[in-house]
Antibody, heavy 117, light 107 residues
Framework: QVQLQESGPGLMKPSGTLSLSCAVS?????????WSWVRQTPGKGLEWIGE???????NYNPSLQSRITISVDKSKNQFSLELNFVTPADTAVYYC??????????WGQGTVVTVST | DIQMTQSPSSLSASIGDRVTITCRAS??????LNWYQQKPGKAPKLLIY???ILQSGVPSRFSGSGSGTEFTLTINSLQPEDFATYYC?????????FGQGTRLEIK
C-alpha cells in the first residue's frame, strides 16, 4: 500500500521560501512513477505545481516555474518542493501525489500552509 | 493551458437518485480525462481514469463517458457516502489542469 506524508512549516511570512517534503512508503521512489505536488485554495481550486522522476527530470507549471524547485532524495525515499518569494496568494493546502500517466493515483493527506505577516 | 469547465457547480439530489456531472475541455483531450472525489478535510481520491476505467475498489454505480471536449460522470443510485465534491482533470498534457469542482449535496 502506497502512502505519502507531507511535512512543512504551517505558517510563513511573505517573501520567504516555502520548503515541503513528502515521505513515501510502500513503494520505492525509484519506481516508474512521477512524483507530484498539487495545491488547493478556495479561490483557484486544485492547481498542479509540478512533478519529478527519480532520474531528476522535472516538469513545472509555467505559472510557478520561476519560483519553484522540486527535488528527490532517493536515500530517504522522499521528494521535496521549494517555493520562493511566497505571498498570501500561496496560502493553500499542499498535497504530494504519485502519478502514473499524468493521473494521480495516491495522495498525501495534505499540509496547510498559511502565508501571513 | 487546457481549460476544464464543470457543470453544474453544485447539485442537490436524494438517496437513490441518478446524477450526471459534465466536464468540458478546451481544446479537446481525446479520452485523457480523470475524475476524483473529495470529502471535507480529505485529499482527492481517484475514481475513474482514462474517461471510463474505474479505479480498483470504486463501486460500479460510478461510470464515465465522453471524448474530445465533453465528458460525463454518472452516479447511479446515490448512496450517503457519495455526497462530496467531484473534480475532473485532464491528463493529456502538462500543465495538468482540473475543473473547478461540483459539490453534490443531499436534498
Amino acid at each position: 500500500q502506497v502512502q505519502l506524508q507531507e511535512s512543512g512549516p504551517g505558517l510563513m511570512k511573505p517573501s520567504g521560501t516555502l520548503s515541503l517534503s513528502c515521505a513515501v512508503s510502500g513503494v520505492s521512489i525509484s519506481s516508474t512513477h512521477w512524483w507530484s505536488w498539487v495545491r488547493q485554495t478556495p479561490g483557484k481550486g486544485l492547481e498542479w505545481i509540478g512533478e519529478i522522476y527519480h532520474s531528476g527530470s522535472t516538469n513545472y507549471n509555467p505559472s510557478l516555474q520561476s519560483r519553484i524547485t522540486i527535488s528527490v532524495d532517493k536515500s530517504k525515499n522522499q521528494f521535496s518542493l521549494e517555493l520562493n518569494f511566497v505571498t498570501p496568494a500561496d496560502t493553500a493546502v499542499y498535497y504530494c501525489a504519485r502519478a502514473v500517466a499524468n493521473t494521480f493515483h495516491d495522495w498525501g493527506q495534505g499540509t496547510v500552509v498559511t502565508v501571513s505577516t | 493551458d487546457i481549460q476544464m469547465t464543470q457543470s453544474p457547480s453544485s447539485l442537490s439530489a436524494s438517496i437513490g437518485d441518478r446524477v450526471t456531472i459534465t466536464c468540458r475541455a478546451s481544446p479537446g483531450i481525446s479520452t485523457y480525462l480523470n475524475w476524483y472525489q473529495q470529502k471535507p478535510g480529505k485529499a482527492p481520491k481517484l475514481l475513474i481514469y482514462s474517461t471510463f476505467i474505474l479505479q480498483s475498489g470504486v463501486p460500479s454505480r460510478f461510470s464515465g463517458s465522453g471524448s474530445g471536449t465533453e465528458f460525463t460522470l454518472t452516479i447511479n443510485s446515490l448512496q450517503p457516502e457519495d455526497f462530496a465534491t467531484y473534480y475532473c482533470q485532464q491528463s493529456y498534457t502538462t500543465p495538468l489542469t482540473f475543473g473547478q469542482g461540483t459539490r453534490l449535496e443531499i436534498k
